[in-house]
């Protein structure tokens, strides 16, 4: 385990895990989906953007957006399912973020493990079932699941009230700074991925 970019410190006993840009190399993928549905609307989401805005669900950026370019939406919910749909269609450009998972296959059947994300339940099952991961977690927690969504804690005590195990017993892997500060709020070790890299 000493090659391993990570090692759990006395008292941790839960792994909660983001999903995309944590365990999945989701991100550019989720940005061709967005640029795909959010032009014919006129509405732009400039790259930088789309990262700050990482760990917010689908929903709440369509109506920032929309709100920043003037544009009425009328079916946000409409337009939350097809950039779902368009994301699934590209499951197989799909990669694991190496270092992370090896933490987590370091740990499986060892320390409780949950995921908890700001993304929508069938997209973050099927990016985990297509890097052969379901099964690793004891605990799916996504958008639908808390009323509050990140930098709120909600998402993090959440995943660790189904694992059982205390807020200040977890650690949160996590690639944005909204997520890093949730898992803060929520009293837990926050473990930032991105200087890992992903190979």
Do not use: N
């Amino acid at each position: 385990m000493h090659t391993l970019p990570w090692t759990a410190p006395p008292g941790i006993a839960g792994l909660i895990f983001d999903c995309d840009g944590t365990l999945a190399d989701t991100m550019p993928t989720h940005y061709l989906a967005w640029q795909a549905m959010l032009g014919p609307y006129g509405i732009p989401f400039p790259e930088p953007r789309f990262y700050a805005m990482g760990g917010i669900p689908t929903e709440r950026i369509i109506r920032a957006l929309a709100a920043d370019a003037g544009v009425a939406v009328t079916d946000v919910e409409a337009m939350v399912l097809e950039k779902e749909r368009l994301f699934l269609q590209h499951l197989d450009a799909l990669a694991p973020i190496v270092p992370v998972v090896a933490v987590a296959a370091a740990y499986r059947g060892k320390l409780a493990m949950a995921v908890a994300s700001g993304g929508y339940r069938d997209v973050v099952a099927s990016t985990l079932e297509r890097l052969q991961l379901r099964d690793w977690f004891a605990a799916l927690v996504t958008a639908e699941d808390t009323t509050r969504h990140k930098p709120e804690p909600d998402v993090f005590l959440e995943a660790a009230r189904r694992l059982g195990v205390e807020a200040s017993a977890c650690a949160v892997f996590e690639d944005t700074d909204i997520g890093l500060q949730a898992a803060r709020r929520a009293g837990m070790l926050a473990v930032d991925v991105r200087p890992w890299g992903k190979v």
